[in-house]
């Protein structure tokens, strides 16, 4: 089982940035992915991006590419997001999840096991 806090959350204006961190702990797979979800107020949670552990691959949803960074830090097990241009439809908690090995970058929730709490991140017009 894969240990997970998410930190970084907070207010921001229209345009600004945040990074977000998400330490793991626990048994982490070299071969799996660590992800990032959000979820608004009475939306479904949906995909961010992920990053594959060993290789750095990535992979970012469409509303968030070119905007977002996903990075990691193999040697402190960290995975930061780093969030530029916000908008304020990016309001949401935002959740790291850890998945097990898988051949494809995965970006459904049933691929990730482990999960934070959650950390929120709003952003004013």
């Known amino acids: 089982q894969v240990q997970l806090v998410e930190s970084g959350g907070g207010l921001v204006q229209a345009g600004g940035s945040l990074r977000l961190s998400c330490a793991a702990s626990?048994?982490?797979?070299?071969?799996?992915?660590l992800g990032w979800f959000r979820q608004a107020p009475g939306k479904e949670r949906e995909f961010v991006a992920a990053?594959?552990?060993?290789?750095?691959?990535?992979l970012y949803a469409d509303s968030v590419k070119g905007r977002f960074t996903i990075s990691r830090d193999n040697a402190k097990n960290t995975v930061y997001l780093q969030m530029s241009g916000l908008k304020p439809e990016d309001t949401a908690v935002y959740y790291c999840?850890?998945?097990?090995?898988?051949?494809?970058?995965?970006?459904?929730?049933?691929?990730?096991?482990?999960w934070g709490q959650g950390t929120q991140v709003t952003v004013s017009s």
């Open positions: 990053v594959r552990w060993s290789t750095g691959s990535t």
């Open positions: 626990g048994r982490t797979y070299r071969n799996s992915a």
């Open positions: 999840a850890a998945s097990e090995f898988l051949p494809a970058i995965p970006r459904r929730e049933y691929e990730y096991p482990s």
